[in-house]
């Protein structure tokens, strides 16, 4: 009698639990990396249970993650009904009225061994009135709607042209279901009624359907969103709950006619319980309401919402809950956690779906040979715990960076607690700019200094370092840089130009 996978046996056989954009990103990279290998990948997913599919903006890794699968990015971008993404507009999160930008890609370029924004922090100190915003061609592109992306010819000495995408989740999974069972990939429609585990190990063997199928495995990968049919229903992982930390609860979600203008940036508007999305696409704008539940109902939360779309609505507002959140384990003996079923965060900063890439990049890494390594599984989990916590202190940044105290939402933020590690980073930039990202920390310096001076955190000081160039040298230094974005940006067309001419 052959030995089961985790006592020793080659891991060959990969079962995904759930499809949507978690399910069909895991199958798809399984079935590039593993193409042409002994290994089966069989997925399986219910018509009848239905998958979130809101999350439609991204961040610039995931063209990463394309690149990594051979897919064309005009082929994806069509078949998808993308647009191009540089950043997030933030408005009224400061105070009412008020907005500002965080670009993808960095300000200015580095000097003296130091950071652009401690030039800029030294110019804003002596009265400088130039914008931050100057120095980033991502925020400057979106703001008068234009983009391109980078040229091979392209020799200016500003960092390359950022971007991401925007584009509709449930084609995205269709595309990339399509791709996998091109490259044997193996869908199983139905309703999964019992997961079979080793009545000696624990470890899971088989999951059955209702219709009697059995679909045995040596690896499980969870990806049936937020109930985690595996991960926590099965193997009880525990939930961490970040409530405290993130309050909102609550979402509404619904798709809206286009404009006539695709602007290539989200918009996050603060509203009076949370926050609202608003992500164009090509055919349709996606757009939800982030909110807490202690402070607006969930009828209240569609009516604002469905009079603030910018066309009329394409269906009725769709409701979500959740608890902001991680599991306390994401591996568990030869069960993974991806996407919803390993935790939440809200989509303020266009987490959701990296987090799944991220997450599956470190598992084909850590992929296991024979058996299951105690210590690779304890260092995953951690590696995972600290990307999530990372995240959460940077969206709970903005919660507290902000003057609004003009509902009773406001004022709770007010008193929510920082985390240690938040306290920390605030203290350092308060003091003297500083802002120090570890290596695998997806928020980098740029993106932190653009929350903090955009919600109006200004530090006391800058680094000494900024000191070095005289007035004038620094000036011709700013109006150098300054002038090679405006060259940059003038010369690409409108966002819709550059959508309509893709080959």
Request: glycine share 10%; proline share 5%; net charge neutral.
């Amino acid at each position: 009698m052959n030995q089961p996978a985790w006592q020793g046996q080659r891991i060959r056989r990969i079962v995904i639990v759930g499809g949507g954009t978690a399910g069909w990103m895991a199958a798809a990279a399984c079935a590039k990396l593993l193409e042409g290998g002994d290994y089966s990948i069989d997925l399986v997913e219910s018509d009848a249970i239905g998958t979130v599919g809101v999350g439609e903006a991204t961040l610039p890794l995931l063209a990463m993650f394309n690149r990594s699968l051979g897919i064309d990015e005009n082929e994806f971008v069509r078949a998808t009904q993308g647009s191009f993404k540089l950043g997030i507009e933030f408005a009224d999160w400061t105070r009412l009225g008020h907005s500002y930008f965080h670009p993808f890609g960095a300000y200015g370029v580095e000097m003296h061994g130091i950071h652009f924004h401690h030039f800029w922090l030294r110019h804003s100190a002596a009265g400088g009135e130039l914008s931050h915003d100057c120095f980033n061609s991502s925020a400057m592109a979106a703001r008068v709607g234009r983009f391109a992306r980078p040229l091979p010819t392209d020799r200016s000495p500003l960092p390359p042209l950022t971007y991401a995408y925007h584009f509709d989740a449930s084609l995205y999974a269709a595309f990339l279901r399509k791709f996998a069972e091109a490259r044997g990939a193996r869908r199983h429609e139905g309703r999964i009624v019992e997961v079979r585990r080793d009545g000696e190990s624990g470890f899971i063997e088989a999951v059955a359907l209702a219709d009697g199928r059995v679909i045995a495995g040596d690896l499980f990968l969870d990806c049936s969103g937020f109930r985690g049919l595996l991960i926590e229903q099965t193997l009880q992982a525990g939930y961490e709950d970040w409530s405290e930390w993130l309050p909102c609860d609550r979402a509404m979600a619904v798709p809206c006619e286009r404009m006539q203008t695709t602007t290539p940036y989200t918009r996050s508007t603060a509203r009076e319980a949370g926050w609202q999305w608003r992500i164009p696409l090509q055919h349709r704008i996606g757009n939800g309401y982030v909110y807490c539940s202690e402070f607006l109902g969930d009828d209240e939360a569609a009516r604002l919402l469905l009079g603030r779309l910018d066309g009329a609505p394409r269906a009725e507002p769709r409701p979500l809950q959740f608890i902001a959140g991680r599991r306390k384990q994401v591996w568990i003996k030869n069960c993974v956690a991806l996407g919803l079923a390993s935790g939440f965060l809200e989509p303020l900063e266009s987490t959701s779906i990296h987090l799944i890439q991220s997450a599956l990049a470190r598992l084909l890494f850590l992929f296991p040979g024979r058996g299951y390594d105690p210590a690779t599984i304890a260092r995953y989990n951690a590696l995972a715990a600290t990307e999530m916590e990372e995240i959460r202190d940077f969206l709970l940044l903005h919660y507290k960076a902000t003057e609004r105290t003009d509902t009773p939402f406001w004022q709770h933020c007010q008193a929510i607690p920082l985390t240690p590690s938040l306290e920390q980073r605030w203290a350092m930039y308060r003091e003297n700019g500083h802002v120090v990202t570890a290596l695998g920390d997806l928020f980098k310096e740029s993106s932190w200094f653009a929350v903090f001076t955009g919600q109006g955190v200004k530090p006391a000081a800058y680094h000494p370092f900024a000191d070095l160039p005289s007035a004038a040298e620094l000036q011709r230094r700013f109006d150098l840089i300054r002038g090679d974005v405006v060259r940059r940006v003038q010369s690409f067309p409108t966002h819709d130009e550059y959508l309509r001419g893709m080959p």
